[in-house]
């Protein structure tokens, strides 16, 4: 996290090769959209001259940039969705669908109330009909399937754990062909209310449970 354009410069030289470029500015959540994203600047003086042209369009735009985001790229894969709202009845609904710029598109999610089960981590994602894509369509390269499954439980255990986590959106996952990375993610906490204990979610079973009804998260980053 860097404060200026020299700063990011400094950081991008530390790392070492091609790096994402990312504004973060109160006030805007799609910084894809609003130009506040740049991929694969190989060299320093890219990124600070990019990082300057973010500053100029977004202080035009009335949302001052207050600090980029410097990361290494990742390696390609599939890009996901994984999130939770906590619903003031049914707790932490979990939701995993097709992810990166076309969630809004595409709408391909399933979702799960928490706490969650191995089995319900596996069913989640087999459920979506963008499945095929980790599983390697048309002669690609399977993704790490296990590894995005693993990150589902991840985020369920953490909203189950810390319920002041009223919104959670990690978008885009990249599922690669090993491993997973969380590229982005954006968070909204509240002060935590006393959970309602449903008779059936209390007495869920470990495993088996079928999927829950409530809505998926809203918004994306």
Known sequence: LSTTPAAAAEAAARMAGPVALKAVAPGVVHKTEAGGVRLGLGDPA????AAEEMAGRFRAAGHPVTAFVV???????????VGV????????????GAGGVTVELLRD??????????????EMV????TFPLLAGYRGAEPGDVGALEEIILRIGAMAEDLPQIAELDCNPVTVHRRGATV???????????APVRLGARAARPEEGRAGGGAGPPGGGA
Do not use: K, Y
């Open 46 to 49: 890219a990124v600070r001259a």
């Open 71 to 81: 990361q290494r790229m990742a390696a390609p894969g599939v890009e996901m969705i």
């Open 85 to 96: 709202v906590h619903d003031p009845q049914f707790g932490p609904v979990l939701a995993c």
């Open 109 to 122: 999610v399933a979702v799960r109330l928490t706490p969650l089960t191995v089995r319900d981590a596996a």
């Open 126 to 129: 087999r459920e979506l009909r």
């Open 183 to 193: 590229l982005d993610a954006r968070v909204r906490v509240a002060p935590a209310t």
